[in-house]
């Protein structure tokens, strides 16, 4: 074996991407599995600063953010322990300081659709494990775009802020129409609706909601939005976000 610089992550849940996922990104590979991932740098490649080990990162949680626009679950994933591996066995280990967060999460029923013949019609869980590689795969490319970043940063925010959720999710739709310079050219370039752009603004504003923008403004008593509002809610942002990353890789081919 030659020498190795090994970063190596832990993540929760463990089950995050569902299943082991390997990508290859300009530095070597970061494999993906059980609440743990790790990325194996040759030395040459790796910088005294340790200012790899930070980009790394970076472009890891770019994953996790788009994973997150999926599942709508929080996770945590730790900054990367770093070692250097030697052919005789030994390793030098750096040590680094970092903060924790502790949170919950909820669980997914899936449906697997066949025929007659057994053919499987549709698996909500390929689906799912699909889109997400796509979507991890072009916000990782992207993240460094400021619109893709503060997009995907306000959709975790609504994830692990559910009290203000709905304030969160339009911060979205207020990115995209500030980028495009208005509803038009946004709805346009990300593919939604002019229906859906509205009911997006009339979740968040209008209705008397305790996770809405205007609960100051709304006469009368405030009520928790339904599972089916902020489901509806979800939907849109998501398809706000995904519009914008797949815009984003229009322009580049």
């Not at 995050?16 to 590979?29: I, L, M």
């Not at 472009?59 to 679950?73: G, M, T």
């Not at 940063?153 to 203000?164: F, L, M, T």
Request: hydrophobic share 35%; net charge negative; proline share 4%.
């Amino acid at each position: 074996m030659a020498e190795v610089f090994l970063l190596e992550w832990t993540f929760t849940p463990t089950d995050y991407f569902e299943e082991s996922v390997e990508f290859t990104c300009e530095h070597g590979t970061i494999r993906i599995e059980n609440g743990r991932a790790e990325a194996r740098v040759s030395p040459n490649r790796y910088p005294p600063d340790h200012g790899l080990r930070n980009q790394l990162h970076e472009e890891l949680d770019a994953r996790f953010l788009a994973a997150q626009v999926i599942s709508h679950k929080p996770y945590t994933l730790t900054k990367p322990n770093l070692s250097k591996l030697y052919p005789d066995g030994r390793r030098d280990t750096w040590l680094f300081a970092e903060a924790g967060t502790l949170t919950i999460s909820g669980g997914t029923v899936d449906l697997v659709l066949q025929d007659a013949s057994v053919n499987v019609i549709r698996d909500t869980r390929r689906e799912r494990i699909e889109k997400r590689i796509e979507l991890a795969q072009l916000a990782a490319q992207y993240i460094n775009d400021v619109v893709a970043n503060t997009i995907l940063r306000s959709y975790a925010a609504a994830v692990n802020d559910p009290r203000n959720e709905l304030v969160h999710l339009y911060e979205i739709r207020d990115s995209l129409y500030r980028h495009f310079g208005g509803e038009a050219a946004a709805t346009s370039a990300v593919g939604v609706t002019g229906g859906e752009w509205s009911r997006l603004g009339q979740l968040a504003n209008n209705e008397p909601f305790t996770q809405g923008r205007h609960r100051g403004k709304q006469l009368g008593t405030l009520r928790d939005a339904t599972a089916a509002e902020l489901s509806e809610a979800r939907d849109i942002a998501r398809r706000m976000i995904e519009g914008y990353l797949s815009h984003l890789h229009k322009g580049t081919i």
